[in-house]
């Protein structure tokens, strides 16, 4: 089953055109309610920071996207592990998201890694 999604990057606002019902499902909607809805508005508040990378910057060609926290239409968070294959077609690029599940303590190993630079940080418990 492909957890897929594909937005069209416009304008510094993300847009899904084409969503799979198992993407939808993942964060408790219906395909068409997602359809023409900003990508941004399901990224949780504590990831924003990565919004500030320009989606058009992302070369054509596969990228991992790493694990985001998100935001599902229950306000609870879920947690995923996302890469994507961007292309352009008449001067308009569009990404397709793969996503699989992740969790919570993938996510803070991936931050922490981030924050610090250390390749395999552990998390105390």
Same mark, same amino acid.
């Given at each position: 089953t492909k957890i897929q999604c594909t937005v069209k990057i416009c304008n510094d606002n993300p847009m899904f055109i084409n969503v799979t019902t198992p993407y939808? &499902? %993942?964060?408790? !909607?219906? &395909?068409?309610?997602?359809?023409?809805?900003? !990508? &941004?508005?399901?990224?949780? @508040?504590? *990831? !924003?920071? #990565?919004? +500030?990378? *320009?989606?058009? +910057? %992302? @070369? +054509?060609? !596969?990228? #991992?996207?790493?694990?985001?926290k998100m935001i599902k239409l229950d306000k609870t968070p879920v947690y995923i592990n996302a890469t994507g294959n961007v292309i352009t077609c008449d001067n308009t690029r569009f990404l397709t998201i793969n996503v699989e599940l992740s969790n919570q303590k993938e996510y803070q190993k991936q931050e922490l890694k981030n924050l610090t630079g250390l390749q395999n940080p552990e998390l105390k418990e």
């Amino acid at each position: 089953t492909k957890i897929q999604c594909t937005v069209k990057i416009c304008n510094d606002n993300p847009m899904f055109i084409n969503v799979t019902t198992p993407y939808a &499902e %993942l964060f408790g !909607y219906k &395909e068409l309610q997602l359809i023409s809805r900003s !990508y &941004e508005n399901l990224v949780h @508040p504590d *990831d !924003y920071y #990565k919004l +500030d990378i *320009d989606p058009k +910057d %992302l @070369p +054509d060609g !596969y990228n #991992k996207l790493g694990i985001w926290k998100m935001i599902k239409l229950d306000k609870t968070p879920v947690y995923i592990n996302a890469t994507g294959n961007v292309i352009t077609c008449d001067n308009t690029r569009f990404l397709t998201i793969n996503v699989e599940l992740s969790n919570q303590k993938e996510y803070q190993k991936q931050e922490l890694k981030n924050l610090t630079g250390l390749q395999n940080p552990e998390l105390k418990e």
